[in-house]
């Protein structure tokens, strides 16, 4: 038995669907640990292009138990609309989730969508989803979670509580009432569907590792936008790191940690990016490397790879390998650079100060390597590389101070490059 947890060192977008699609093969169980339907994977399997937002990567694959753990916030309507957009036959057989799951509502949109209008030019650039405002209902001990729908007079006690605190805030605004007869029609219908595939997911996955089950644990958004350890306030609702595998599922055996890192940088949204270029090369890597957010469909912000924070997400998540991704887009670049350091106020830093206006006055220090102007796409064995690219990744591995396991030289699957197999560490 073994598991291994797939996580973004840097601000998402790093190609993690290939790659747990990858690993899915090796896996028994696929879970989702965190987030909600505002990360967005893209997978290419056999010519078919799948573009997934809360389901896990592992139910494209026939035989796989696909889990949505307790840290995810579900937006159950969403849900629903993925599954049948997705064209396969997902149910109780292959979909589990979280029965203590917290639950997104329309009215968690609605507040998102509106907070975000009146933040003006301090808005954080958030998918106006509602994953924030669910979270704090969540926290606050609000929130309608799956089980509460399996019983109608102790979901009527739950709407009566959550609808107290939301419709006494919409008055003080002058935004109308929730309806309680309404929204609870809505859950009703639902929980007729949503409730078979409702599981203790912990008490599965403690049986899956006593039958030497193998366990992929798939995060989200990447590790830069973590509450606590991102670039706050610029950040998501929820924990990205590793460790929130064990309280997003309630399994206390993680396993092997493994950092998915684009060979560039890229950032949706607002908020600091030390590296980001606003010239020819943020045009060349966004037209190359099809910069556009899954969900958001936005345009990504693009930059040379920052060291630095790479670094800084290892050493935080205790990421044990790095799956480098995307190195094919650098091959017409005559020349890269990678930052190696900051310079803040006349003083030098080897790591980003938590506070905003420390970041707002980051110089990156950057240190150029020549390019290799050959095509690296759909290589598949580490000696064919161009020598100049294997010095860039060999010095980004220095840099970092992990060692690369997987390299990804094309979005197809089998242009998959493996040194350090995770699920045998």
């Avoid at 899915?24 to 640990?33: G, H, N, P, T």
């Avoid at 110089?363 to 102007?373: A, D, H, R, S, V």
Wanted: glycine share 10%; with cysteine.
């Amino acid at each position: 038995m073994s598991n291994v947890v797939v996580i973004g060192s840097q601000w998402g977008d790093e190609g993690k669907g290939k790659i747990v699609d990858w690993l899915s093969d090796q896996a028994d169980m696929v879970v989702r640990f965190q987030g909600g339907h505002n990360a967005g994977h893209t997978l290419v399997i056999d010519g078919h292009t799948f573009k997934l937002n809360l389901l896990p990567s592992g139910v494209v694959r026939g035989g796989k138990m696909s889990i949505i753990g307790n840290g995810v916030v579900i937006d159950p309507w969403s849900l629903s609309e993925e599954i049948v957009r997705s064209g396969l036959n997902i149910g109780p057989d292959n979909l589990m989730i979280a029965e203590n799951a917290p639950l997104i509502l329309p009215l968690h949109q609605e507040l998102d969508a509106l907070r975000e209008a009146a933040r003006g030019d301090q808005a954080i650039g958030t998918t106006k989803r509602g994953i924030g405002p669910a979270y704090e209902d969540k926290i606050a001990r609000r929130a309608i979670r799956i089980c509460d729908l399996a019983d109608e007079a102790w979901l009527d006690n739950r709407l009566e509580n959550l609808l107290r605190y939301h419709n006494g805030l919409r008055r003080g605004r002058d935004w109308p009432p929730v309806s309680t007869e309404r929204l609870k029609e809505s859950l009703l219908e639902v929980a007729e569907w949503l409730l078979p595939m409702a599981q203790p997911v912990w008490r599965v996955l403690h049986q899956a590792h006593q039958q030497n089950k193998n366990i992929l644990f798939e995060g989200a958004q990447g590790l830069l936008l973590d509450v606590d350890h991102g670039t706050y306030p610029f950040v998501t609702s929820s924990n990205t790191i590793a460790s929130t595998a064990i309280t997003g599922s309630g399994f206390p055996k993680t396993g092997f940690v493994l950092g998915l890192t684009k060979a560039y940088t890229t950032r949706v949204g607002a908020g600091p990016f030390p590296t980001e270029d606003h010239g020819e090369i943020a045009a060349y890597l966004g037209e190359k490397g099809a910069e556009f957010g899954t969900v958001t469909k936005r345009r990504r912000r693009c930059g040379w790879f920052d060291a630095v924070l790479v670094r800084q997400a290892i050493q935080i998540s205790g990421i044990q390998g790095i799956a480098l991704t995307k190195i094919d887009v650098l091959d017409e670049l005559t020349e890269l650079q990678i930052c190696i350091g900051y310079r803040i106020r006349g003083k030098e830093y080897d790591y980003l100060p938590a506070a905003p206006y420390l970041q707002d006055d980051v110089e990156p220090i950057y240190e150029t390597l020549p390019g290799w102007q050959e095509t690296t796409a759909g290589t598949k064995n580490w000696a064919d590389f161009p020598e100049n690219a294997k010095r860039y990744m060999k010095r980004i591995e220095e840099l970092v101070q992990c060692p690369l396991s997987i390299i990804s030289t094309s979005p197809k699957r089998e242009d998959t490059i493996v040194l350090l197999p995770p699920f045998e560490q």
